[in-house]
């Protein structure tokens, strides 16, 4: 390779590594998974995250920006190593961010990089985000609101006065919002006072209901909860993908899982057989398109395969649920499905399977009459659609 080769290919590289700041900042998921090969790999192991694929990178992503009141990220280029048609390199990471419930912070991190020569161009075959420093501090700036001043620290104090009294970020208040127009925001996750109104009247209702803190909680509570040997149905969720839960379920041999086996079967000659190991498992896991601070559960389908179990086949059932699906009650829930749900299932439904999500079959469980028989276990972030 001569000079030219590689003074060319290191400013296609750094180039990509900016590229990925602008997208992040711009919230362009999309562009962000682009700049990866289609088996590229992002691993956040402090998180943990860890997202094969353009697709579970994009998806991911915005699983991550759906949380964010305001994020911005500073990157500081380091080395780059050429080898032929692969590289390596680092980059170096400033950050500060505030999620919708309030948290926020500083961290300073490395990603550390493989490039490879694609026709495309080069593209990341992997980062590796490192943190090497977090404070969470609470920020005491804010993103400008539509109603920011243009001056003085009176007016930024007072909207942050106004959302430390109501348990939301600065950018979120608006003058004179209601209670239901806050909950209208059906990406956004509940307040703590709305997660605690659900979780009591679920478990009035015979739920048997748990408030954790993120994905990573639940994803090892289903593992307490589940015993060795059962067999397990998991619902096609992306709660359940996302967090990692269908890929400890599915995968090994600590549980009997049925819907790897069923998507071997053959839908013509096996019909009956698929329809009974689906209808009445040991152990059902899914998510839910959202749960009312009443306590109800409300879980549509497009082909209603997943609803038996639910509605009382399975002889124990789990949902996880993702704060940003607690609304205040079912006609709410019913416009979450239609307005938000569906929408982001199609897009998820006509990239897999080149046709569109369908509400055909909705179940709501207004109560659970078998003692222990079915479980949630809420969150307090945001995840799945």
């Keep these: ?141 804010s993103a400008p609101g539509p109603d920011a001043q243009e001056t003085g620290p009176d007016a930024q104090a007072s909207g942050s006065d106004k959302a430390a009294e109501d348990g939301r970020a600065p950018e979120a208040v608006e003058p004179d919002a209601s209670a239901a127009g806050a909950a209208d925001d059906f990406g956004a996750p509940a307040s703590a006072e709305r997660l605690d109104r659900a979780l009591a009247a679920l478990r009035a209702n015979g739920f048997t209901a748990e408030l954790l803190d993120d994905a990573a909680a639940a994803r090892a509570r289903i593992k307490d909860l589940i015993p060795e040997g059962a067999g397990v149905f998991t619902g096609a969720s992306e709660t359940l993908r ?34 009974r190991l689906t209808a009445t498992p040991d152990v059902f896991v899914a998510g839910v398109a959202a749960v009312t601070e009443t306590g109800s559960l409300v879980i549509a389908s497009g082909s209603g395969s997943q609803l038996p179990a639910s509605a009382g086949g399975a002889a124990r059932a789990i949902w996880v649920v993702g704060a940003q699906k607690v609304v205040p009650d079912l006609s709410t829930a019913l416009r979450r499905v239609e307005e938000h749900a569906l929408s982001l299932e199609t897009a998820r439904t006509q990239a897999v399977y080149g046709q569109p999500s369908a509400v055909n079959r909705l179940l709501v469980l207004n109560a659970e009459p078998t003692p222990g028989r079915g479980t949630v276990l809420l969150l307090r972030e945001a995840i799945g659609f």
């Design 1 to 141: 390779m001569n000079d030219f080769q590689e003074i060319a290919d290191r400013v296609e590289i750094d180039a990509l590594r900016g590229e990925f700041t602008d997208a992040a900042m711009m919230r362009d998921r999309a562009r962000l998974a682009a700049l990866f090969t289609p088996d590229g790999v992002l691993r956040m192991p402090n998180v943990p995250v860890e997202l094969i694929g353009r697709e579970e990178i994009r998806t991911g992503g915005e699983r991550l920006q759906s949380q964010w009141d305001f994020f911005v990220q500073n990157s500081h280029p380091g080395t780059i190593r050429i080898d032929g048609d692969t590289a390596t390199g680092r980059t170096y990471m400033q950050e500060i961010a505030r999620l919708l419930d309030g948290r926020s912070g500083l961290n300073f991190a490395i990603y550390h990089d493989t490039y490879r020569r694609t026709p495309e161009g080069w593209k990341f075959a992997e980062r590796v985000y490192e943190v090497r420093y977090v404070d969470t501090t609470p920020l005491g700036g």
């Design 242 to 275: 996302l967090s990692g839960i269908t890929q400890d379920i599915e995968t090994g041999d600590r549980y009997q899982a049925i819907r790897p086996r069923v998507l071997k079967m053959d839908r013509a000659t096996e019909f009956d057989r698929i329809r």
